[in-house]
């Protein structure tokens, strides 16, 4: 069973930038599709970004144009590059893995492996 380990979060002011990283193991990052949801408190899970085995990338609304998913195949890493941060990105981030058939990419029991989350908290 695939573990996965974000790390990268922290505390910002508005404006600012992160990029968090999520460390599979035994799971290839090339050979499967990848994302990342948050949970802020009081609120649902959701998804903010996806990526596809065909390299299709899928976004939320409110993260378009800011945030950017991406992969390193040799380091085998996930990656979600956060500008412009606003105060409402405040959340706890998870990384996930294995998209189940007949799911959406930002679906939130879409996939089959979740990592245990790295706080993001961005001040005004």
């Given at each position: 069973?695939?573990?996965?380990?974000?790390?990268?979060?922290?505390?910002?002011?508005?404006?600012?930038?992160?990029?968090?990283?999520?460390?599979?193991?035994?799971?290839?990052?090339?050979?499967?599709?990848?994302?990342?949801?948050?949970?802020?408190?009081?609120?649902?899970?959701?998804?903010?970004?996806?990526?596809?085995?065909?390299?299709?990338?899928?976004?939320?609304?409110?993260?378009?144009?800011?945030?950017?998913?991406?992969?390193?195949?040799a380091k085998n890493l996930l990656y979600l590059q956060m500008d412009s941060l606003k105060p409402?990105?405040?959340?706890?981030?998870?990384?996930?893995?294995?998209?189940?058939?007949?799911?959406?990419?930002?679906?939130?029991?879409?996939?089959?492996?979740?990592?245990?989350?790295?706080?993001?908290?961005?001040?005004?």
């Amino acid at each position: 069973q695939a573990q996965l380990v974000e790390s990268g979060g922290g505390s910002v002011q508005a404006g600012g930038s992160l990029r968090l990283s999520c460390a599979p193991s035994g799971y290839a990052v090339s050979k499967n599709s990848m994302a990342w949801f948050r949970q802020a408190p009081g609120k649902e899970r959701e998804g903010v970004a996806a990526l596809g085995l065909s390299g299709i990338t899928k976004y939320a609304d409110s993260v378009k144009g800011r945030f950017t998913i991406s992969t390193d195949n040799a380091k085998n890493l996930l990656y979600l590059q956060m500008d412009s941060l606003k105060p409402e990105d405040t959340a706890m981030y998870y990384c996930a893995a294995s998209l189940r058939s007949g799911y959406g990419y930002l679906s939130n029991d879409a996939y089959r492996y979740w990592g245990q989350g790295t706080q993001v908290t961005v001040s005004s």
